[in-house]
Every structure is written in structure tokens, then in C-alpha cells.
């Protein structure tokens, strides 16, 4: 049980940001519009944020900084409800996509939150050792 519970749940929380990941490098012209208006250099964004998935990815799947991984995650993932996904329920026709995104990023950041609980009693946090 250990295995499934610790492992396993790891890699399956870890495996969507490696693919969400992938997706801002290959289709990082289509998601330039995501980002908000205000901010300038939407493809550094796109780029930014890819990267900062990645590495949460690689950090919660090998064990390596998993409670800071995920706290960055869990800010990174409410940026995203409230730049993204908040605005974008003020159209109707993004209204329900908008939603779902929200639903979705928010649901990850509780896991994120909850991951880094976890690691936090098991192992500090690493960044200030």
C-alpha cells in the first residue's frame, strides 16, 4: 500500500505539470492570448511559467525539494485563478472553460498544498538548511 499511496501518487500529481509544461514550449504562440493584457512579453510568460512547471515536475517526481516545489506550485497555480481564470468568467463565451480551469487550478493547488504538508513533516524545508 505504501507504494501506491507514496509513489505512485506522487508521479500521477507530478505527471500533468510535466504536460502542461510541454504544451506552453510547443504551443506557446496559441497561448501568448492567455496571458493577461496588462503584462508585457507574453511569450517570456508562456516560456516562464512552462519552465516553473517543469521543475516542479521534476522536483516532486524525484523527491528532490517537494515541499518548496509545491509551494511554488500552489502560488503559481493561484496566480493563474486570479490573473487567467477569474477574468475570463466575465465573457460569456469563456465563461465555462474559464470555470473549469478554476476548478481545476484550484484542485491542484489544494494536492500542491497538501504534498507539501507531507514533505514538510517528513523533511523541513530544505531552502533554509
Known amino acids: 500500500m505504501h507504494f501506491l499511496t507514496e509513489k505512485v501518487a506522487r508521479i500521477l500529481f507530478a505527471l500533468p ?4 509544461s510541454f504544451f506552453h514550449f510547443v504551443r506557446s504562440m496559441e497561448m501568448t492570448h492567455v496571458v493577461p493584457s496588462w503584462l508585457p512579453g507574453a511569450i517570456f510568460w508562456v516560456y516562464f511559467t512552462g519552465l516553473a512547471m ?3 515536475c521534476i522536483c516532486i517526481a524525484t523527491k528532490m525539494f517537494v515541499t518548496e516545489a509545491c509551494l511554488g506550485l500552489t502560488l503559481l497555480l493561484i ?3 486570479v490573473t487567467v481564470h477569474i477574468p475570463g468568467l466575465s465573457h460569456e463565451r469563456t465563461a465555462q472553460m474559464a470555470m473549469a480551469g478554476l476548478l481545476k487550478d484550484v484542485a491542484l493547488a489544494g494536492g500542491a498544498l497538501a504534498l507539501a504538508g507531507i514533505y514538510y513533516r ?3 524545508f530544505r531552502l533554509l538548511a
Open 122 to 124: 517528513k523533511e523541513g
Open 54 to 56: 517543469l521543475a516542479a
Open 79 to 81: 496566480i493563474f485563478v
Open 17 to 20: 505539470f510535466g504536460v502542461f
